[in-house]
T-cell receptor, first 113, second 114 residues
């Protein structure tokens, strides 16, 4: 069965600092991988997704993520965080032939001025 | 183009009361979803609808019913609310029911059951 682990419940970074949010998945084949962001009081918005091909994917708002099969990871990165990036971030995994997305428990990002 | 809309935004119920959460999308999507979000648990799928008139149970369907009367609308009903159903409920839609499709989310309904 698929599963997703986001080991960090909260992360605090200073504005302008770099960011890396961790995501580990469990799935036998190549999964479909997603990062969603949820701003306070809002629904989820897709940041980026990986299906196949280049393991480094670019998303919106300056985010990128790297798929590492050997580590079963899909970590989200941003070189310089802005105060508006404060939100909750969810990693999700999907499988071929299924409509289901399995979401991680989320990482809440706080940005220090 | 409003995307996915949900009503109401907030609701307080007493134990045993019933209510229906409404969801509508204007993107001509075939698939629609209901999730609940609880602290530390991410999003869990309650029900899924691949098309008008079809529904499928998700991970946590107990205590809920759904209705997909047309392509645009997918409602979630709590027949007898319980405190364990206090949560934030999200509706989502996608072009089709394969997991590589992006899901588009509504703003959520925050439900408290006393």
């Amino acid at each position: 069965a698929q599963s997703v682990t986001q080991p960090d419940i909260h992360i605090t970074v200073s504005e302008g600092a770099s960011l890396e949010l961790r995501c580990n998945y469990s799935y036998g084949a190549t999964p479909y991988l997603f990062w969603y962001v949820q701003s306070p009081g809002q629904g989820l918005q897709l940041l980026l997704k990986y299906f196949s091909g280049d393991t480094l994917v670019q998303g919106i708002k300056g985010f990128e993520a790297e798929f590492k099969r050997s580590q079963s990871s899909f970590n989200l990165r941003k070189p310089s965080v802005h105060w508006s990036d404060a939100a909750e971030y969810f990693c999700a995994v999907g499988a071929d032939s299924s409509y289901k997305l399995i979401f991680g428990s989320g990482t809440r990002l706080l940005v220090r001025p | 183009n409003a995307g996915v809309t949900q009503t109401p935004k907030f609701q307080v119920l007493k134990t045993g009361q019933s209510m229906t959460l409404q969801c509508a999308q204007d993107m001509n999507h075939n698939s629609m979803y209901w999730y609940r979000q609880d602290p530390g648990m991410g999003l869990r799928l309650i029900y899924y609808s691949a098309s008008e008139g079809t529904t499928d149970k998700g991970e946590v369907p107990n205590g809920y019913n759904v209705s997909r009367l047309n392509k645009r609308e997918f409602s979630l009903r709590l027949e007898s609310a319980a405190p364990s159903q206090t949560s934030v409920y999200f509706c989502a839609s996608s072009p089709s029911g394969t997991s590589y499709n992006e899901q588009f989310f509504g703003p959520g309904t925050r439900l408290t059951v006393l």
